[in-house]
């Protein structure tokens, strides 16, 4: 079983849509978890990042934690054509950036499409 | 601010030889790591350098290696290429080891022939 397993998708979607994205994972010691958008032609960027259990708000956004069943989501609002994206997941036990950038485990990202 | 610039954009090669990619992180940011991203196994840490030392390091082979200059600009080279190194090599910077946020570049994709 993978660490971290993400539906690859694609994931067509129309304008204004929820969309929802999961990932699940085995290691039951991942503590911190963040979510990544892929532009095409473009590394990615950070978009959200939580610590244990519970839910993150930012604008449309929110990222939700279930340490108990081993599944994140992130919740996408009234999406809009410049979502259309590949979004990773990615986890880790350890706090990212204490020299532990490696630590960080990441799934193979949902390619997101979202028509006008 | 400028971001994170890596060259080439585009490489091709054939099997056997060597590459060498460049990493220019944003002023400022100290900490550098690499990555390597295919569609079958997906973003890869390969390794980390802070203030010219390797500070963690992924499960590549000894082909894979890196460095990091004075400036905190890195290179990362790979010798004896295999088809299989065919990937998109990313790099991310951040401003200390201490910083969850890292910033990645648009990346350099390799063919290998």
């Keep these: ?116 | 601010k400028a971001g994170v610039t890596q060259t080439p954009r585009y490489l091709i090669k054939t099997r056997g030889q060597q590459v060498t990619l460049s990493c220019s992180p944003i002023s400022g940011h100290r900490s550098v790591s690499w990555y390597q991203q295919t569609p079958g196994q997906g973003l890869q840490f390969l390794f980390e350098y802070f203030s010219e030392t390797q500070r963690n390091k992924g499960n590549f082979p000894g082909r894979f290696s890196g460095r990091q200059f004075s400036n905190s600009r890195s290179e990362m080279n790979v010798s004896t290429l295999e088809l299989g190194d065919s990937a998109l090599y990313l790099c991310a910077s951040s401003r200390g080891r201490n910083q969850e946020t890292q910033y990645f570049g648009p990346g350099t994709r390799l063919l290998v022939l």
């Design chain 1, 1 to 116: 079983q993978k660490e971290v397993e993400q539906d690859p998708g694609p994931l067509s979607v129309p304008e204004g849509a929820i969309v929802s994205l999961n990932c699940t994972y085995s290691n039951s010691a991942f503590q911190y978890f963040m979510w990544y958008r892929q532009y095409s032609r473009k590394g990615p960027e950070l978009l959200m990042y939580t610590y244990s259990s519970g839910n993150k708000e930012d604008g449309r956004f929110t990222a939700q934690v279930d340490k108990s069943s081993k599944y994140i989501s992130l919740f996408i609002r009234d999406s809009q054509p410049s979502d259309s994206a590949t979004y990773l997941c990615a986890m880790s036990a350890l706090r990212v950036g204490r020299g532990s950038q490696g630590n960080l485990i990441f799934g193979k990202g949902t390619k997101l499409s979202v028509k006008p």
